[in-house]
């Protein structure tokens, strides 16, 4: 693990949180889980995507942990997670059953967000009974449910096999990151960020990244490359929103378009101008703003209800 694991000062410095547990999967994975914020408020889930860690939450959580709950998980073999010889997306939707399992009282809702690989994470859990049980809405941000690798932009050329080819050996290098020197910035913020993304949001972002073990990033985009949860979309039942980039080179508007259109029951999409993948981090008020929405629609008790 590199010691750099997250800027240190800044709107993106994680904070400290409340407490910390650990919940454990259905094949005994270990998942670091942290919670902000007053107990008793409406409660917040947060997935965040391959590669990254609690840490890319920290605005989200600076903002929405004055008046809600809210809980960030560690997926397998990131941030303070262990890594586990087992990665699949059955393995993510016993991931998220089992924080939720740990953290919320039994009928308790919450609001779930999930970014890229998170929000894949939710669409592996839909049909699950603990989801189905605790989710009330959903944020869905910058994220799809199949052909990642075929409609992704990272490569400049026209679609085809040749991009699907050379995306896929980009994507799954096995090589280290490295330090994060300037042209390792550089290289991060054409792939997963808007053109004008400030400096201090691509080093927030290039931190976390660069300090996802190697062995863990390659075997995650392997089964991103195989990725097929069109299934689970369908089964997505509760209330959900979408946000997208439409600079988004890893996952373009494409996908979010394919899940407005698929989802039972859409109640919003977003498309933000100049934005990429790292929405989060990119456009923190809208995407605390649009969980907030979802949190006082449909997972605040209404007085006398």
């Not at 997250?6 to 270990?30: C, F, I, N, Q, W």
């Not at 929405?64 to 073999?77: C, E, T």
């Not at 050996?169 to 994060?180: D, E, F, S, T």
């Not at 993304?197 to 927030?204: I, L, Q, R």
Request: overall charge positive; glycine content about 8%; some cysteine.
């Amino acid at each position: 693990m590199s010691r750099l694991t997250h800027v240190r000062t800044g709107p993106y410095a994680p904070p400290a949180p409340a407490r910390e547990l650990v919940a454990v999967s259905a094949d005994g994975a270990r998942l670091h889980v942290e919670i902000h914020g007053p107990e008793g408020a409406p409660a917040v889930v947060l997935a965040h995507g391959w590669t990254c860690s609690t840490a890319f939450w920290a605005a989200q959580i600076r903002d929405l942990a004055v008046d809600h709950r809210v809980i960030a998980y560690d997926q397998r073999g990131h941030g303070r997670s262990p890594a586990s010889p087992v990665c699949s997306t059955e393995a993510l939707a016993d991931d998220l059953e089992a924080v939720l399992k740990a953290s919320l009282a039994p009928g308790e809702k919450a609001v779930i967000a999930g970014h890229s690989m998170g929000g894949m994470t939710v669409m592996a859990a839909a049909g699950r009974p603990a989801f189905r049980e605790h989710a009330a809405a959903v944020l869905l941000c910058s994220t799809g449910s199949s052909r990642l690798v075929a409609e992704s932009t990272v490569v400049p050329i026209r679609a085809g096999r040749l991009r699907t080819w050379l995306t896929r050996r980009i994507l799954g290098a096995r090589a280290p990151l490295g330090p994060v020197t300037p042209v390792a910035r550089r290289i991060l913020k054409y792939g997963t960020m808007g053109p004008g993304s400030a400096p201090h949001m691509v080093e927030a972002c290039a931190r976390i990244v660069h300090a996802c073990p190697r062995k863990v990033r390659h075997a995650w985009s392997q089964v991103l490359a195989l990725l097929d949860l069109d299934h689970g979309v369908r089964e997505l039942r509760v209330p959900t929103a979408v946000v997208v980039g439409t600079a988004d080179r890893l996952s373009p508007p494409v996908h979010a378009r394919a899940l407005v259109a698929a989802l039972p029951n859409c109640v919003g999409s977003t498309e933000l101008p100049g934005v990429g993948h790292m929405s989060p981090v990119e456009a923190p008020e809208l995407v605390s703003g649009r969980i907030r929405e979802l949190v006082t629609t449909y997972a605040t008790i209404k007085e006398g209800a």
